[in-house]
């Protein structure tokens, strides 16, 4: 089983550009999330969405913009790219709230 | 938001030991999980407890909970060089629909 899928593993950007982080999941699980880690303050939530059709904001929203056009896919976009963007990015999904989460590889992102 | 906090953020020991890390919450919990993390990889799941429930095991790993003092331990027992890992506790609360991690303990076991 594939289970959930990250792509790319490793970006380089320039500040200001945009680009689009993908995640996919092959477990039919209503919800996704998406999560960026930095050293020494563990994993803090940007987005997450409770099915197709619905995203709500995390604790770390801004510059980024998400959305569930189906239960497999939910794309991160990052908007105007910017240093404090730099950072490792995991996307997870679960079948119901607040269970065992299950993470993607990451996408180590640098904005230069 | 509901952070978690972990102590010790780093820990080192031999092959053998046992190692415990620990982790103090701030608000009410439905349950409360452990993740371990490999150097440049993603998180795994370990064992979750539930809030009125005091102490699991599964394999090497004892997790207790204490809900009166919002706090958590992870005893991974007799400890081998694969081990070596960063460990992170992760609160589920029913009014988040998200979990809230921990900053994480990096556990090295020498060999």
């Known amino acids: 089983n594939a289970g959930v899928t990250q792509t790319p593993k490793f970006q380089v950007l320039k500040t200001g550009q945009s680009m689009t982080l993908q995640c996919a999941q092959d477990?039919?699980?209503?919800?996704m999330s998406w999560y960026r880690q930095d050293p020494g303050m563990g994993l803090r939530l940007i987005h997450y969405?409770?099915?197709?059709?619905?995203?709500d904001q995390g604790e770390v929203p801004n510059g980024y913009n998400v959305s569930r056009s189906t239960t497999e896919d939910f794309p991160l976009r990052l908007l105007s790219a910017a240093p404090s963007q730099t950072s490792v990015y995991f996307c997870a999904s679960t079948p119901i709230p607040n269970t065992e989460a299950f993470f993607g590889q990451g996408t180590r992102l640098t904005v230069v | 938001s509901q952070q978690g906090e972990e102590d010790p953020q780093a820990l080192s020991i031999q092959e053998g030991e046992n190692a415990t890390m620990n982790c103090s919450y701030k608000t009410s919990i439905n349950n409360l999980q452990w993740y371990r993390q490999n150097s440049g990889r993603g998180l795994v799941h370990l064992i979750l407890?539930?809030?009125?429930?005091r102490e699991k095991h599964s394999g090497r790993l004892r997790v207790t909970l204490d809900t009166s003092k919002k706090s958590s331990s992870l005893l991974i027992t007799a400890s081998r060089a694969a081990d070596t890992a960063s460990y992170f506790c992760?609160?589920?609360?029913?009014?988040?629909?998200?979990?809230?991690f921990g900053s994480g303990t990096q556990l090295t076991v020498l060999p």
């Open positions: 992760a609160m589920g609360s029913g009014s988040a629909r998200q979990l809230t």
């Open positions: 477990m039919n699980h209503e919800y």
């Open positions: 969405s409770v099915g197709a059709g619905i995203t």
């Open positions: 407890i539930r809030s009125n429930e």
